[in-house]
T-cell receptor, first 109, second 114 residues
Framework: RKEVEQDPGPFNVPEGATVAFNCTYS??????FFWYRQDCRKEPKLLMS???SGNEDGRFTAQLNRASQYISLLIRDSKLSDSATYLC??????????FGAGTTVTVRA | DTAVSQTPKYLVTQMGNDKSIKCEQN?????MYWYKQDSKKFLKIMFS???????INETVPNRFSPKSPDKAHLNLHINSLELGDSAVYFC?????????????FGPGTRLLVL
């Protein structure tokens, strides 16, 4: 099983829609998780951290299911500016981060 | 003010050449990283330095040699470039180097080996 797996998408949604996608991880010892956002031809930037069961930041909600070892990201009221690739990031035991390949979201007008 | 900067942004070169990429961070962080993002978009850690000391050295060809003259700079030298080295190389930094921290990425260096 890969360290981090994501549905690559693309998720193509209209403005105002809700979109959600998951990330599964293999390291059951991981305590915290991250969602990074990467715009086309840009660097990744932290979107949000997930430390307990979940986290909410405006229109973005991340949920953690430790029993099934997955993290989800939900975007409500999608904006055109939400179009990006969302990277699921899981810390490993040796100070490294493991990045998923990303889920691409395209919000259309 | 750019927090993490890299030079050059683009690098086109012939197979067999030697090239260097430079990275600087002005965040006062102790730890810096080099990542490679290939055409399939996977970001893979290559190296990490904490206070000029190498702490992560992934299985990369020894043609790749990182150098950290001080904790604000981390350079990457690549000898005998190969076609498969074509990728985007990102530098990043974090405060202490623990895996719980946010990492701040530079804009990337797009390397194309012909």
């Amino acid at each position: 099983r890969k360290e981090v797996e994501q549905d690559p998408g693309p998720f193509n949604v209209p403005e105002g829609a809700t979109v959600a996608f998951n990330c599964t991880y293999s390291n059951s010892a991981s305590q915290s998780f991250f969602w990074y956002r990467q715009d086309c031809r840009k660097e990744p930037k932290l979107l949000m951290s997930v430390y307990s069961s979940g986290n909410e930041d405006g229109r973005f909600t991340a949920q953690l299911n430790r029993a099934s070892q997955y993290i989800s990201l939900l975007i409500r009221d999608s904006k055109l500016s939400d179009s990006a690739t969302y990277l699921c990031v899981v810390p490993l035991w040796d100070y490294k981060l493991s990045f998923g390949a990303g889920t691409t979201v395209t919000v259309r007008a | 003010d750019t927090a993490v900067s890299q030079t050059p942004k683009y690098l086109v070169t012939q197979m067999g050449n030697d090239k260097s990429i430079k990275c600087e961070q002005n965040l006062g962080h102790d730890t810096m990283y080099w990542y490679k993002q290939d055409s399939k978009k996977f970001l893979k850690i290559m190296f990490s330095y904490n206070n000029k000391e190498l702490i992560i050295n992934e299985t990369v060809p020894n043609r790749f040699s990182p150098k950290s003259p001080d904790k604000a700079h981390l350079n990457l030298h690549i000898n005998s470039l190969e076609l498969g080295d074509s990728a985007v190389y990102f530098c990043a930094s974090s405060q202490d180097g623990t895996s719980e921290e946010t990492q701040y990425f530079g804009p990337g260096t797009r390397l194309l080996v012909l």
